[in-house]
């Protein structure tokens, strides 16, 4: 009798990615915060919500032979689509509509696209 149940496939595919890998070119492309003085990738170590429309973010550089540790600030640029809340009283500039990008998920079987935001793949 055969009691090895284990499936002869993975359940889940996912291949293993190293996107803050040092020096590679796409973490530097992809990471969302880079070194100001090295272009490495960063870790965000701190956050702290200021007001509605600004957030302070404490980060250090992931390159051993940096290790900058600065802060930054995130500011609200402006809003594609305004959504159903009503709030006037934050002043949400809206992008004219020429300028909206349009963010698609990617494409299996597709070549990648370097500007495609990596929240959808894991990265
Ligand atoms: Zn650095």
């Given amino acids: 009798m055969n009691f090895d149940r284990r499936p002869s496939r993975p359940l889940i595919e996912a291949p293993l990615q190293f996107r803050t890998s040092s020096g ?8 969302l915060i880079t070194c100001p003085k090295c272009d490495a990738p960063c870790f965000i170590r701190r956050s702290v919500r200021v007001t ?34 009503d709030r006037p009283d934050l002043h949400l500039p809206i992008c004219p509509r020429e300028l909206v990008p349009h963010v698609l998920p990617p494409s299996r079987d597709g070549p990648e696209d370097p500007d495609q935001l990596t929240m959808f793949n894991g990265g």
């Fill in 24 to 31: 590679g070119e796409r973490a530097k492309h992809n990471a």
């Fill in 52 to 85: 509605e429309t600004v957030k302070h973010i404490d980060a250090h550089c992931t390159n051993t032979g940096c290790g900058h540790t600065f802060g930054l600030e995130m500011v609200f640029r402006h809003s594609y689509n305004p959504g159903l809340i």
